[in-house]
Nanobody
Framework: QVQLVESGGGLVQPGGSLRLSCVAS????????MGWYRQAPGKQRELVAL???????NYVDSVKDRFTISRDNAKNTVYLQMNSLRPEDTAVYYC????????????????WGQGTQVVVSS
């Protein structure tokens, strides 16, 4: 069984920073990509940032130049450094692991974390 556990959410003032972490645990052979989605009240879940095992990154336009995604492949961990936070960044942030193999020859599966709340408010 593979589990994703997020940490680092909380309440921050506009202009502040937070760092989210997500650890994938369990029997893991490889993970193609890891990333973060978010869902604000009344809105659809959207991709925030994604990073491949090779280090290629993709960001939603609204967070470019403010958020940075990074990854430690050896630790199956992904981070999201969020700077210059705005009230519109308020959402539940979900960790996502794409193309997970538990062993050589395994089928690829995708997994989600439980989510961590980020509130940006004065």
């Amino acid at each position: 069984q593979v589990q994703l556990v997020e940490s680092g959410g909380g309440l921050v003032q506009p202009g502040g920073s937070l760092r989210l972490s997500c650890v994938a645990s369990g029997s893991i052979f490889s993970i193609n990509a890891m990333g973060w989605y978010r869902q604000a009240p009344g809105k659809q879940r959207e991709l925030v940032a994604l990073i491949t095992s090779a280090g290629s990154t993709n960001y939603v336009d609204s967070v470019k130049d403010r958020f940075t995604i990074s990854r430690d492949n050896a630790k199956n961990t992904v981070y999201l450094q969020m700077n210059s936070l705005r009230p519109e960044d308020t959402a539940v942030y979900y960790c996502y692991a794409e193309g997970v193999k538990r062993y050589v020859g395994d089928y690829m599966r995708n997994y989600w974390g439980q989510g961590t709340q980020v509130v940006v408010s004065s």
